[in-house]
T-cell receptor
Framework: GESVGLHLPTLSVQEGDNSIINCAYS??????FIWYKQESGKGPQFIID?????DKRQGQRVTVLLNKTVKHLSLQIAATQPGDSAVYFC???????????FGQGTTLQVKP | NAGVTQTPKFRVLKTGQSMTLLCAQD?????MYWYRQDPGMGLRLIHY???????AKGEVPDGYNVSRLKKQNFLLGLESAAPSQTSVYFC???????????FGEGSRLTVL
Protein backbone atom coordinates (compact mmCIF):
# COMPACT_ATOMS: atom_id res chain seq x y z
CA GLY A 1 0.00 0.00 0.00
CA GLU A 2 0.93 3.63 -0.03
CA SER A 3 2.98 4.89 2.83
CA VAL A 4 5.50 7.53 3.55
CA GLY A 5 7.47 6.94 6.66
CA LEU A 6 10.31 8.50 8.53
CA HIS A 7 12.80 6.19 10.15
CA LEU A 8 13.08 7.94 13.50
CA PRO A 9 10.39 9.81 15.42
CA THR A 10 12.96 11.95 17.22
CA LEU A 11 16.44 13.13 16.30
CA SER A 12 18.64 15.00 18.73
CA VAL A 13 21.73 16.85 17.47
CA GLN A 14 24.26 19.29 18.82
CA GLU A 15 24.11 22.86 17.60
CA GLY A 16 26.51 23.28 14.70
CA ASP A 17 26.39 19.62 13.66
CA ASN A 18 24.78 18.40 10.48
CA SER A 19 21.38 16.71 10.68
CA ILE A 20 20.07 13.97 8.45
CA ILE A 21 16.38 13.13 8.46
CA ASN A 22 15.28 10.07 6.55
CA CYS A 23 12.09 9.08 4.81
CA ALA A 24 11.05 5.87 3.07
CA TYR A 25 8.27 5.68 0.55
CA SER A 26 6.62 2.68 -1.02
CA UNK A 27 4.92 3.92 -4.18
CA UNK A 28 7.13 3.78 -7.25
CA UNK A 29 4.62 6.01 -9.09
CA UNK A 30 5.49 8.95 -6.85
CA UNK A 31 7.03 11.68 -8.96
CA UNK A 32 7.38 14.66 -6.67
CA PHE A 33 8.57 14.92 -3.08
CA ILE A 34 8.47 17.78 -0.62
CA TRP A 35 9.94 18.41 2.80
CA TYR A 36 7.99 20.53 5.27
CA LYS A 37 8.98 22.01 8.61
CA GLN A 38 6.39 22.50 11.32
CA GLU A 39 7.15 24.59 14.37
CA SER A 40 5.07 24.22 17.49
CA GLY A 41 1.63 25.75 17.12
CA LYS A 42 2.10 26.63 13.46
CA GLY A 43 1.24 25.22 10.08
CA PRO A 44 3.80 23.31 8.01
CA GLN A 45 6.19 25.39 5.93
CA PHE A 46 7.76 24.35 2.65
CA ILE A 47 11.51 23.71 2.85
CA ILE A 48 12.55 22.10 -0.40
CA ASP A 49 11.21 19.82 -3.10
CA UNK A 50 12.58 17.39 -5.65
CA UNK A 51 11.20 15.70 -8.72
CA UNK A 52 11.74 12.07 -9.53
CA UNK A 53 14.02 12.89 -12.47
CA UNK A 54 16.58 14.31 -10.03
CA ASP A 55 18.60 12.65 -7.28
CA LYS A 56 19.83 15.74 -5.44
CA ARG A 57 18.71 19.29 -4.88
CA GLN A 58 20.29 21.96 -2.72
CA GLY A 59 18.85 24.96 -1.00
CA GLN A 60 20.12 27.29 1.64
CA ARG A 61 21.74 24.99 4.26
CA VAL A 62 19.48 22.14 3.16
CA THR A 63 19.97 19.32 0.70
CA VAL A 64 17.45 16.71 -0.35
CA LEU A 65 18.63 13.38 -1.71
CA LEU A 66 16.40 10.96 -3.57
CA ASN A 67 17.28 7.32 -4.13
CA LYS A 68 14.58 5.82 -6.31
CA THR A 69 16.19 2.38 -6.32
CA VAL A 70 15.49 1.88 -2.62
CA LYS A 71 12.65 4.42 -2.43
CA HIS A 72 14.44 6.60 0.07
CA LEU A 73 14.45 10.33 0.63
CA SER A 74 16.61 12.31 3.03
CA LEU A 75 16.88 15.88 4.20
CA GLN A 76 20.28 17.14 5.26
CA ILE A 77 20.56 20.32 7.30
CA ALA A 78 24.02 21.82 7.53
CA ALA A 79 25.26 23.55 10.69
CA THR A 80 22.05 22.91 12.59
CA GLN A 81 20.78 25.87 14.60
CA PRO A 82 18.33 26.15 17.50
CA GLY A 83 15.82 27.66 15.08
CA ASP A 84 15.82 24.37 13.17
CA SER A 85 14.09 22.63 16.08
CA ALA A 86 10.75 21.49 14.69
CA VAL A 87 8.90 18.51 13.27
CA TYR A 88 9.92 17.63 9.73
CA PHE A 89 7.56 15.88 7.33
CA CYS A 90 8.24 14.37 3.97
CA UNK A 91 5.39 14.19 1.50
CA UNK A 92 5.00 12.45 -1.83
CA UNK A 93 2.81 13.31 -4.77
CA UNK A 94 1.61 10.10 -6.34
CA UNK A 95 1.43 10.60 -10.07
CA UNK A 96 -1.94 11.49 -11.53
CA UNK A 97 -3.89 11.00 -8.33
CA UNK A 98 -2.94 14.47 -7.16
CA UNK A 99 -2.79 13.17 -3.62
CA UNK A 100 -0.03 14.50 -1.41
CA UNK A 101 0.72 11.82 1.20
CA PHE A 102 2.50 12.92 4.34
CA GLY A 103 4.75 10.86 6.57
CA GLN A 104 4.36 10.83 10.34
CA GLY A 105 7.12 13.31 11.02
CA THR A 106 10.49 13.44 12.76
CA THR A 107 11.04 15.78 15.68
CA LEU A 108 14.43 17.49 15.46
CA GLN A 109 15.82 18.66 18.78
CA VAL A 110 18.87 20.91 18.72
CA LYS A 111 20.99 20.92 21.86
CA PRO A 112 22.94 24.13 22.62
CA ASN B 1 0.95 39.36 3.10
CA ALA B 2 -1.71 37.32 4.85
CA GLY B 3 -1.26 34.11 2.81
CA VAL B 4 -3.72 31.54 4.17
CA THR B 5 -5.98 32.58 7.03
CA GLN B 6 -8.13 30.20 9.07
CA THR B 7 -10.96 31.09 11.43
CA PRO B 8 -11.61 30.28 14.17
CA LYS B 9 -8.30 29.25 15.69
CA PHE B 10 -9.91 27.39 18.59
CA ARG B 11 -13.34 25.91 19.11
CA VAL B 12 -14.97 23.57 21.60
CA LEU B 13 -18.10 21.74 20.51
CA LYS B 14 -20.48 19.30 22.12
CA THR B 15 -21.23 16.04 20.37
CA GLY B 16 -23.89 16.58 17.73
CA GLN B 17 -23.29 20.29 17.25
CA SER B 18 -22.41 21.71 13.88
CA MET B 19 -19.84 24.26 12.84
CA THR B 20 -17.96 25.67 9.87
CA LEU B 21 -14.27 26.39 9.54
CA LEU B 22 -13.39 29.17 7.14
CA CYS B 23 -10.23 29.32 5.05
CA ALA B 24 -9.25 32.35 2.99
CA GLN B 25 -6.23 32.75 0.71
CA ASP B 26 -5.02 35.89 -1.02
CA UNK B 27 -2.55 34.31 -3.45
CA UNK B 28 -5.06 33.65 -6.24
CA UNK B 29 -4.39 29.92 -5.99
CA UNK B 30 -6.63 27.54 -7.86
CA UNK B 31 -6.18 24.60 -5.51
CA MET B 32 -7.23 24.43 -1.89
CA TYR B 33 -7.17 21.63 0.67
CA TRP B 34 -8.34 20.71 4.13
CA TYR B 35 -6.16 18.41 6.23
CA ARG B 36 -6.46 17.12 9.75
CA GLN B 37 -3.52 16.40 12.00
CA ASP B 38 -3.67 14.01 14.93
CA PRO B 39 -0.94 13.15 17.46
CA GLY B 40 1.62 10.73 16.08
CA MET B 41 0.19 10.93 12.61
CA GLY B 42 0.97 12.96 9.57
CA LEU B 43 -1.52 15.20 7.89
CA ARG B 44 -4.46 13.45 6.28
CA LEU B 45 -6.39 14.96 3.42
CA ILE B 46 -10.10 15.46 4.09
CA HIS B 47 -11.34 17.26 0.98
CA TYR B 48 -9.82 19.40 -1.71
CA UNK B 49 -10.83 21.73 -4.52
CA UNK B 50 -9.28 22.26 -7.92
CA UNK B 51 -11.12 25.50 -8.58
CA UNK B 52 -14.09 27.66 -7.75
CA UNK B 53 -17.26 25.62 -7.58
CA UNK B 54 -15.46 22.25 -7.40
CA UNK B 55 -14.78 19.90 -4.50
CA ALA B 56 -13.48 16.35 -4.19
CA LYS B 57 -12.97 13.77 -1.46
CA GLY B 58 -9.59 13.04 0.06
CA GLU B 59 -8.48 10.21 2.33
CA VAL B 60 -10.81 10.83 5.28
CA PRO B 61 -13.92 12.68 4.03
CA ASP B 62 -16.60 11.03 6.18
CA GLY B 63 -18.40 13.41 8.54
CA TYR B 64 -17.25 16.53 6.69
CA ASN B 65 -18.61 18.67 3.90
CA VAL B 66 -16.94 21.48 1.97
CA SER B 67 -17.83 24.32 -0.34
CA ARG B 68 -15.83 26.58 -2.64
CA LEU B 69 -18.25 29.27 -3.73
CA LYS B 70 -15.50 31.83 -4.19
CA LYS B 71 -12.00 31.17 -5.44
CA GLN B 72 -10.38 32.64 -2.35
CA ASN B 73 -12.49 30.78 0.22
CA PHE B 74 -12.79 27.12 1.17
CA LEU B 75 -15.22 26.15 3.92
CA LEU B 76 -15.13 22.95 5.95
CA GLY B 77 -18.34 21.95 7.69
CA LEU B 78 -19.11 19.45 10.41
CA GLU B 79 -22.84 18.71 10.42
CA SER B 80 -22.91 16.59 13.58
CA ALA B 81 -19.61 16.70 15.45
CA ALA B 82 -18.21 13.55 17.04
CA PRO B 83 -15.35 13.16 19.56
CA SER B 84 -13.33 11.41 16.82
CA GLN B 85 -13.25 14.73 15.00
CA THR B 86 -11.20 16.31 17.77
CA SER B 87 -8.12 17.38 15.87
CA VAL B 88 -6.11 20.26 14.48
CA TYR B 89 -7.37 21.26 11.05
CA PHE B 90 -5.15 22.86 8.46
CA CYS B 91 -6.16 24.58 5.29
CA UNK B 92 -3.69 24.90 2.45
CA UNK B 93 -3.57 26.27 -1.05
CA UNK B 94 -1.30 25.77 -4.03
CA UNK B 95 -0.77 27.09 -7.52
CA UNK B 96 -0.55 23.60 -9.01
CA UNK B 97 -2.17 20.37 -7.99
CA UNK B 98 -0.56 18.79 -4.91
CA UNK B 99 2.53 20.90 -5.42
CA UNK B 100 4.06 23.25 -2.88
CA UNK B 101 1.32 23.84 -0.35
CA UNK B 102 0.95 27.02 1.67
CA PHE B 103 -0.64 26.26 5.02
CA GLY B 104 -2.66 28.28 7.45
CA GLU B 105 -1.89 28.38 11.16
CA GLY B 106 -4.43 25.69 12.01
CA SER B 107 -7.75 25.47 13.83
CA ARG B 108 -7.85 23.39 16.98
CA LEU B 109 -11.21 21.72 17.44
CA THR B 110 -12.27 19.81 20.54
CA VAL B 111 -15.49 17.80 20.55
CA LEU B 112 -16.74 16.82 23.99
Amino acid sequence: GESVGLHLPTLSVQEGDNSIINCAYSNSASDYFIWYKQESGKGPQFIIDIRSNMDKRQGQRVTVLLNKTVKHLSLQIAATQPGDSAVYFCAENIGNTGKLIFGQGTTLQVKP
Amino acid sequence: NAGVTQTPKFRVLKTGQSMTLLCAQDMNHEYMYWYRQDPGMGLRLIHYSVGEGTTAKGEVPDGYNVSRLKKQNFLLGLESAAPSQTSVYFCASSSFFAGELFFGEGSRLTVL
